[in-house]
């Protein structure tokens, strides 16, 4: 039987004990994996991701359309910030994007150098992924890209609901504490989701992060059908039915 871990940030990735045969599920709800979701979903072509903000403007400087942001703030040389509501328009279709932020992007790096195959989770895709991880006969590491290198609880939330809906399917087993507190996070917060992530600290440290709009969006499940998937330098989506 295949087992699940959750690494609760990103530091603890390399003392993780799941080692081969595996998918990493990359999770960074605010905002990195979300908006990824949001712009595949409106028809963006891939997503590029890169880890730094000198190699953001030499990808700008190549002509490729940027969506960058440091410390919550756009980046001056960038086309697009990074909130899922900067891609819900036409005329990014079809179109290959930078995408530049901090812990989100760091992450895709780390795992795409240890994994079978590296995907990405939110709210918007949570039963499409679900069903696929499910069916993909490998163990699975939920990474919670956290903040500065602590734990973020949204990210916990995922990992606990996702978590949860993977060991009810009966073909996974865990002895991850991080799992086991991930699940009751999410068993007590999904009681009245949308007053419990008021306690999250980048939305009280900083809520002009996110609009009202962005924030139904990022924590309504099933809106999107695609499973964004990091190949070596680029991120595509699949539309996975089973």
């Known amino acids: 039987m295949n087992e699940i ?7 603890l990735f390399h003392h993780r004990m799941v080692r081969k045969n595996s998918i990493a599920v990359v999770i960074d709800i605010l905002r990195s994996t979300t908006s990824i979701i949001a ?7 891939s997503i590029i991701p890169v880890s730094s903000k000198a190699e953001a403007e030499v990808m ?3 002509g490729y359309l940027l969506a960058g942001e ?43 150098e240890e994994a079978d195959k590296v995907v990405i989770g939110g ?10 991880l499910i069916d993909q006969n490998k163990n699975i590491i939920l990474v919670c890209a956290g903040e500065k290198n602590m734990v973020a609880l949204e990210d916990q939330l995922f990992a606990g609901v996702l978590g949860k809906r993977l060991m009810e399917s009966g073909k996974f087993t865990s002895s991850c504490d991080s799992l086991t507190s991930s699940i009751s996070v999410w068993i007590q917060a999904k009681k009245d989701l949308f ?36 190949h070596f330098n680029h991120i595509t989506a699949i539309n996975y039915k089973k």
């Open 123 to 132: 709210f918007p895709n949570i039963s499409v992924l679900s069903k696929y």
């Open 60 to 62: 700008k400087h190549e």
């Open 195 to 230: 007053n419990y992530i008021k306690n999250l600290s980048q939305l009280k440290n900083s809520p002009e992060l996110i609009n009202q709009k962005v924030l139904d969006y990022t924590f309504t499940m099933d809106s999107s059908e695609l499973i964004p998937t990091l």
């Open 39 to 45: 712009a595949l979903d409106h028809g963006v072509k």
């Open 70 to 112: 440091e410390d919550g703030q756009k980046l001056s040389f960038a086309d697009f910030g990074n909130s899922a509501d900067e891609f819900w328009r036409d005329d990014i279709i079809g179109k290959e994007i930078v995408y530049s932020t901090g812990n989100g992007t760091k992450a895709f790096r780390l795992t795409r």
């Open 5 to 11: 871990e959750v690494v609760l940030s990103m530091p």
